[in-house]
């Protein structure tokens, strides 16, 4: 059916072009999505004393880096933005509300 189409060459010709730059495409957004994750830990990990507010806790610590990570996975979109707001969600949940992991409970 498509045979018929004159300009089926060109079509064939983009998606020869298309598949053999996809491999770069998700190389790049891996490394996207490994500069958000090391900022999320990093955030997460540095002394409260290296914000610079006064009263700042743990939970507002996280919070933060949680922050710093939606910012860049928007910004990059190394993986769709619903997926993103989903783990930002999920994040928070887990590890800033009542029904967080015992793990990451205050004591």
């Known amino acids: 059916m498509f045979k018929i189409f004159q300009g089926f060459h060109l079509v064939e ?3 020869e072009w298309k598949n ?3 491999d ?3 190389t790049s957004r891996m ?3 490994a500069i958000a994750i ?3 830990v990093v955030a997460w990990c540095i002394p409260a ?3 610079g507010i006064d009263g700042l806790g743990v939970i507002h610590q996280r919070v933060i880096a949680i922050f710093v990570f939606a910012i860049l996975m928007w910004v990059f979109e190394p993986i769709p933005a619903w997926t993103t707001s989903m ?3 999920g994040l928070l949940l887990f590890s ?3 029904s967080s992991f015992w793990f990451f409970e205050n004591k």
Do not use: E, N, P, Q
Request: net charge positive; charged share 20%; glycine share 4%.
């Open 38 to 40: 090391l900022a999320l």
């Open 20 to 22: 053999g730059h996809r």
């Open 87 to 89: 783990a930002v969600v």
């Open 24 to 26: 770069s495409k998700f």
């Open 31 to 33: 490394i996207k999505l």
């Open 96 to 98: 800033t509300s009542d």
């Open 13 to 15: 010709a983009y998606h």
């Open 49 to 51: 004393d290296f914000y």
